[in-house]
């Protein structure tokens, strides 16, 4: 009696435990099979190249045809092996004399590699002649720029307020602004494309008047900008992978903040007791009200540089002009705080730049057209 039902208790406990290990056993076999299935698809594909290129050495171009496009169909192949494959091919059909299909070949092995270029042991000039029949350059490209930014501001027309104050001082910028930012490019034609940047910099500015050698007055602005250009730009190969350009165009810039300070120096004399004191006031404006929001510029730039493959790093220089001016004329005087206890008013100022950097970018598509 014990016996049997040790038995049975022991046979139960293996029927349970075969159910738990039976699932992932499956999964083993499965994923085994999978594996040597792979395998086997691939040295089948290995097999088939190393087939068509001994058919191909010994002449036998129909089934070496026939090959290589079953091969292309069946296979899951890697660029570099499709590339090898899609060049022979091409090869073969030149040898049949079928050149409709030889271009084709071509054309979808230039798709497959856009940087493809024939050995230079390649033995069969007919194929050679094919490839050079088709243009390649980029389409989309994205980089970033790292430059360096010098702004200026030229007064157009001066205001005053003291007559016996110089309202013709300059506007003097602090520093030189580095930048980053994003450039687009997109090559409509070999050697010409459209290109705009996208740009956010933040700059500020002084003015220091003095009306007597004891009565100051200082003003600094800070400024803040988005600024969106749209140029053509122009490339002159000068030899393999280097290559110079020009560029001229337009800008878009929106002006986001204006926040202006103002301080004043001058001893007030007491009119009962005759005594001095210094008189000292500051005070902080917003002065976006102030400012036309929306303004605009010309530019001009050259750069030369060297691209390998999708990869491009060029030196950069551009210059920006300003068009109309960031003050508004219908509100100079608006701040009274400013027009009458600090005697500021401003100038019709355009605002121009100097811009010296590098740029890094990429291609992210290619356009393959047959040009002869």
Same mark, same amino acid.
């Given at each position: 009696?014990?016996s049997?039902?040790?038995?049975?208790?022991?046979?139960?406990i293996?029927?349970? $435990?075969l159910?738990?290990?039976?699932?992932?056993?499956?999964?083993?076999?499965?994923?085994?099979?999978?594996?040597?299935s792979?395998?086997?698809?691939?040295?089948?594909?290995?097999?088939?190249?190393?087939?068509? /290129?001994?058919?191909? =050495?010994?002449?036998? +171009?129909?089934?070496?045809?026939?090959l290589?496009e079953?091969?292309l169909?069946?296979?899951?192949?890697?660029?570099?092996?499709?590339? %090898?494959?899609?060049?022979?091919l091409?090869?073969a *059909?030149?040898?049949?004399?079928?050149?409709?299909?030889?271009?084709?070949?071509?054309y979808?092995?230039l798709?497959?590699?856009?940087?493809?270029?024939?050995?230079?042991?390649?033995?069969?000039?007919?194929?050679?002649?094919?490839?050079?029949?088709?243009d390649i350059?980029?389409q989309?490209?994205?980089g970033?720029?790292?430059?360096?930014?010098?702004?200026?501001?030229?007064?157009?027309?001066?205001? #005053?307020?003291?007559?016996?104050?110089d309202?013709n001082v300059?506007?003097?910028?602090?520093k030189?602004?580095?930048?980053y930012y994003?450039i687009?490019?997109?090559?409509?034609?070999?050697?010409?494309?459209?290109?705009?940047?996208?740009?956010?910099?933040? %700059?500020?500015?002084n003015?220091?008047?003095?009306?007597?050698?004891?009565?100051?007055?200082? *003003?600094m602005e800070q400024?803040?900008?988005?600024?969106?250009?749209?140029?053509?730009?122009?490339?002159?190969?000068?030899?393999?992978?280097? #290559?110079a350009?020009a560029?001229?165009?337009?800008?878009?810039m929106?002006?986001?903040?204006?926040?202006?300070? =103002?301080?004043? *120096?001058y001893?007030?004399?007491?009119? +009962?007791?005759?005594h001095?004191?210094?008189?000292?006031?500051?005070?902080v @404006? /917003?002065?976006?009200?102030?400012?036309?929001?929306?303004? +605009?510029?010309?530019?001009?730039?050259?750069?030369?540089?060297?691209?390998?493959?999708?990869?491009?790093?060029?030196?950069?220089?551009r210059?920006?002009?300003?068009?109309?001016?960031?003050? #508004?004329? @219908?509100?100079?005087?608006?701040?009274?705080v400013l027009v009458?206890?600090y005697f500021?008013?401003?100038n019709?100022?355009?605002m121009?730049?100097?811009?010296? $950097?590098?740029?890094i970018?990429?291609?992210?598509?290619?356009?393959?057209?047959?040009?002869?």
């Amino acid at each position: 009696m014990y016996s049997t039902c040790h038995f049975e208790r022991s046979r139960e406990i293996f029927s349970i $435990g075969l159910r738990d290990v039976r699932p992932h056993f499956y999964i083993l076999i499965l994923f085994s099979i999978c594996c040597f299935s792979t395998m086997s698809a691939q040295n089948s594909c290995e097999q088939n190249m190393k087939q068509a /290129d001994e058919l191909y =050495a010994g002449g036998d +171009y129909d089934n070496c045809v026939q090959l290589l496009e079953k091969t292309l169909e069946d296979c899951d192949l890697s660029k570099k092996k499709k590339e %090898i494959i899609l060049e022979l091919l091409a090869k073969a *059909y030149l040898e049949q004399d079928n050149l409709v299909q030889a271009e084709k070949t071509v054309y979808k092995l230039l798709k497959n590699n856009p940087l493809y270029e024939s050995k230079e042991n390649n033995d069969h000039e007919n194929f050679d002649v094919l490839v050079k029949k088709f243009d390649i350059h980029p389409q989309f490209s994205i980089g970033l720029r790292n430059t360096g930014m010098q702004p200026q501001f030229k007064s157009t027309k001066t205001y #005053s307020i003291l007559d016996d104050l110089d309202y013709n001082v300059p506007y003097q910028t602090k520093k030189t602004v580095l930048l980053y930012y994003l450039i687009l490019e997109y090559e409509f034609k070999k050697n010409l494309s459209l290109n705009t940047d996208i740009i956010n910099f933040n %700059i500020s500015y002084n003015r220091s008047f003095t009306r007597r050698p004891d009565w100051k007055m200082n *003003y600094m602005e800070q400024l803040s900008f988005i600024e969106v250009p749209l140029y053509l730009k122009k490339y002159f190969f000068t030899e393999k992978n280097v #290559s110079a350009y020009a560029s001229l165009g337009v800008g878009y810039m929106r002006m986001l903040q204006a926040k202006g300070t =103002a301080d004043i *120096y001058y001893p007030d004399e007491d009119i +009962y007791t005759g005594h001095k004191t210094d008189y000292v006031s500051v005070e902080v @404006a /917003d002065m976006l009200p102030q400012r036309n929001k929306n303004s +605009y510029e010309w530019l001009a730039g050259i750069g030369v540089g060297f691209k390998f493959k999708n990869l491009g790093i060029y030196f950069n220089a551009r210059y920006s002009g300003g068009i109309n001016s960031l003050t #508004s004329a @219908a509100k100079r005087y608006d701040n009274n705080v400013l027009v009458n206890d600090y005697f500021y008013v401003d100038n019709s100022i355009k605002m121009n730049k100097y811009e010296i $950097g590098l740029s890094i970018s990429y291609t992210l598509k290619n356009v393959i057209k047959k040009v002869r």
